[in-house]
């Protein structure tokens, strides 16, 4: 049964950084896309990130462009999502997800999210 299990969530100032890991298992990643989602409070889930195994393309939203960056450990199986230049805005939940890349693109996998998700990890950016 796969799983995905987010970790390195917390609390940070504005303009701090934070590195979000999803650790996979039950998956082997040269085959799924995973991305990175973003839920604010009291706000619908949205894609950040997305990463392909193909030949490691990424996605990223307008809103994160040029302060997150997100990379892949395939002997770690683990997708990292490094956060810079944090904004008040950044907060709320952050979900990792996997969906086989035979089944869609790396740009709509983004858009619908994944097959397998992870249970999230806290971030809140404040004073």
């Known amino acids: 049964q796969p799983q995905l299990v987010e970790s390195g969530g917390g609390l940070v100032h504005p303009g701090g950084s934070l590195r979000l890991a999803c650790r996979t298992s039950?998956?082997?990643?040269?085959?799924?896309?995973i991305g990175w989602f973003h839920q604010a409070p009291g706000k619908e889930r949205e894609g950040l990130s997305c990463?392909?195994?193909?030949?490691?393309?990424?996605s990223y939203a307008d809103s994160v462009k040029d302060r997150f960056t997100i990379s892949r450990d395939s002997a770690e199986n683990t997708v990292y999502l490094q956060m810079n230049s944090l904004k008040a805005e950044d907060t709320g939940v952050y979900y990792c997800?996997?969906?086989?890349?035979?089944?869609?693109?790396?740009?709509?996998?983004?858009?619908?999210?994944?097959?397998?998700w992870g249970s999230g990890t806290q971030v809140t950016v404040s004073s």
């Open positions: 990463i392909t195994p193909f030949d490691g393309s990424t």
């Open positions: 997800a996997a969906k086989e890349t035979l089944a869609t693109t790396l740009e709509n996998m983004c858009e619908i999210g994944g097959d397998y």
């Open positions: 039950g998956i082997t990643l040269d085959y799924y896309h």
